[in-house]
Nanobody, 124 residues
Framework: QVQLEESGGGLVQNGGSLRLSCAAS????????MGWYRQAPGKQRESVAI???????KYADSAKGRFTVSRDDAKKTVYLQMTNLESEDTAVYYC??????????????????WGQGTQVTVSS
């Protein structure tokens, strides 16, 4: 199983910046994408930014121009650089990974993996 460990959340003022990190571990696996979702109180979880292994990153409209997702594949880590944060960005941010475990040299069926979540609070 892929385990995801997040870090970097916290409290920041309006207009501030934060960088989230998420490292994947757990044996041999092939990653198809890594990215970030968020869930605000009383709302559904939504996609924020996804970095596929093949292709260009995809951003939610609310994140375009302010957030940047990047990956360090050697470290199996995804980052989310967030700038010009607004109170509406307050949420629990979850790391997401789409991957296939590799066992005996054979890729298993793809699975979706989640981190435990990290709180981002933007104060006005």
């Amino acid at each position: 199983q892929v385990q995801l460990e997040e870090s970097g959340g916290g409290l920041v003022q309006n207009g501030g910046s934060l960088r989230l990190s998420c490292a994947a571990s757990g044996g041999l696996f092939s990653i198809y994408s890594m990215g970030w979702y968020r869930q605000a109180p009383g709302k559904q979880r939504e996609s924020v930014a996804i970095a596929p292994t093949a292709g260009t990153p995809k951003y939610a409209d609310s994140a375009k121009g302010r957030f940047t997702v990047s990956r360090d594949d050697a470290k199996k880590t995804v980052y989310l650089q967030m700038t010009n944060l607004e109170s509406e960005d307050t949420a629990v941010y979850y790391c997401n990974c789409e991957a296939s475990m590799v066992r005996g040299g054979i890729a298993q069926a793809p699975g979706t993996y989640w981190g435990q979540g990290t709180q981002v609070t933007v104060s006005s």
